[in-house]
């Protein structure tokens, strides 16, 4: 039987933290001299994060900052990821990537999509083997555009994922709106109010698992 579309999101399901903080640890390990251009933008960087709507932008300029050279921005993030992993290694959820490698030799197609700016996740993924994943991030062009929410299921559509989806994967309430696209909602590592809150919209309890 065809598989279907399988969608997962990034942070705190495939990767046990947060995508910034980690690929800045890695990075600025491999050169710690780039540490300088980020604080010298910090003035400009950090009310930009704040920014709901400007936080896109403001993270593809904190990437482009430290990664400082013309190479490609996806392998040099990497770099920086494997070398994190190195030392933290359990950053990498390992259940989680265990699930992505079932549903794919189930036939599902897998996507990410996730609130982390795409270069960012792009850049995780391939540091854990995953890198020919297809990533619905946001993104820091003009104008910035967030993948949270409603606005996931819209940035799916339009990448060719439309829902229904097969299986949606996610540590958050926020993803409700990706839920209601699936027969299968999963919450990743969540509490129960947060179990009784999906359901509660739903209609039905979702699954739950705890993934290490």
Not at 3 to 19: E, I, M, R, S
Not at 77 to 100: F, Q
Not at 198 to 210: A, D, Q
């Amino acid at each position: 039987m065809r598989g279907g579309v399988v969608v997962f999101d990034l942070d705190k399901v495939l990767l046990g933290g947060d995508a910034t903080t980690l690929f800045l640890h890695g990075r600025l390990r491999r050169s710690p001299a780039r540490l300088v251009p980020l604080l010298l933008a910090a003035p400009l960087l950090v009310p930009g994060s704040a920014v709901p709507q400007l936080r896109p932008l403001a993270a593809r300029a904190m990437t482009r900052l430290a990664v400082g050279r013309d190479d490609d921005d996806v392998a040099a993030v990497a770099e920086a990821y494997e070398e994190a992993l190195t030392r933290k290694p359990e950053a990498a959820v390992g259940d989680a990537i265990a699930c992505v490698q079932e549903h794919r030799a189930a036939g599902d197609v897998v996507v990410v999509a996730t609130g982390c700016e795409e270069v960012l996740a792009r850049g995780y993924l391939r540091a854990i083997g995953l890198g020919d994943l297809d990533v619905v991030g946001s993104n820091g062009s003009l104008p910035p555009r967030r993948a949270i929410g409603g606005a996931k299921v819209e940035m799916l559509t339009e990448r060719g994922y439309p829902p229904p989806w097969r299986a949606v994967y996610s540590d958050s309430v926020s993803d409700l709106p990706l839920f209601a696209g699936t027969p299968r909602p999963v919450l990743v590592n969540a509490g129960e109010d947060d179990a009784r809150r999906v359901g509660r919209v739903l209609g039905r309890r979702p699954e739950v698992v705890t993934w290490r």
